[in-house]
């Protein structure tokens, strides 16, 4: 079946420091890609997406390029700031496996000041 | 639009007791999914609707778990006769989808269930 693997946390970086939260995948189709972020006391919320191979999702700084070739999708920032504390969800979803959104296990990040 | 609104926020019951959450999607969504989360775990899918039917059901949802959309709005997930391994923070969340387009899913903040 489908699933996905992202790297362990917690992640602690200084402000202004690069991010980098790798993420690959297996489908049986051709998945959507995508980033969620829960923020402290808040629900989940897409952080971006890409929709096919090449495509290049961005917002809020962040990143993250689809790799047919490596099944990957990492996350990236090159600045990041204390708000960006939270835990970074990747996840598919794939036509030939149902309407649904099939998560990896999340990576906290700290940010300090 | 005030989004995906789940109750109760938390819900602590002895082990055996039923429990039963409540989700209002956003308005216009046709599509509704519950997701369970462990602590340090990502979401796990339970169930989705589309309008009124329910589509998919995974294999986490035992028999003591049952899920409703009547009317094609908010949705209801029992769970009767509860046991420890039921723990968790259950997630509610709804997308307008056509066909084999997902949509982006919007989620509520979730049910947390403890259960002694």
């Known amino acids: 079946g489908d699933s996905v693997t992202q790297m362990e946390g917690p992640v602690t970086l200084s402000e202004e420091a690069f991010l980098t939260i790798n993420c690959t995948y297996t489908a049986t189709g051709y998945p959507s890609l995508f980033w969620y972020v829960q923020y402290p006391g808040e629900g989940l919320q897409l952080l971006l997406k890409?929709?096919?191979?090449?495509d290049k999702g961005s917002n809020k700084g962040f990143e993250a390029t689809y790799r047919k070739e490596t099944t990957s999708f990492h996350l990236e920032k090159g600045s990041v700031q204390v708000s960006d504390s939270a835990v970074y969800f990747c996840a598919l979803s794939d036509q030939a496996a149902g309407n649904k959104l099939t998560f990896g296990g999340g990576t906290r990040v700290l940010v300090k000041p | 639009d005030t989004g995906v609104s789940q109750n109760p926020r938390h819900k602590i019951t002895k082990r055996g007791q039923n429990v039963t959450f409540r989700c209002d999607p956003i308005?216009?969504?046709?599509?509704l999914y519950w997701y369970r989360q462990t602590l340090g775990q990502g979401p796990e899918f339970l169930t989705y609707f589309q309008n009124e039917a329910q589509l998919e059901k995974s294999r986490l949802l035992s028999d003591r778990f049952s899920a409703e959309r009547p009317k094609g709005s908010f949705s209801t997930l029992e769970i009767q006769r509860t046991e420890q391994g039921d723990s968790a923070m259950y997630l509610c969340?709804?997308?307008?989808?056509?066909?084999?387009?997902?949509?982006?899913?919007?989620f509520g903040e979730g049910s947390r269930l403890t259960v002694l």
């Open positions: 308005s216009e969504h046709n599509r």
């Open positions: 890409a929709t096919k191979a090449d």
């Open positions: 969340a709804s997308s307008y989808g056509t066909g084999a387009n997902t949509g982006e899913l919007f």
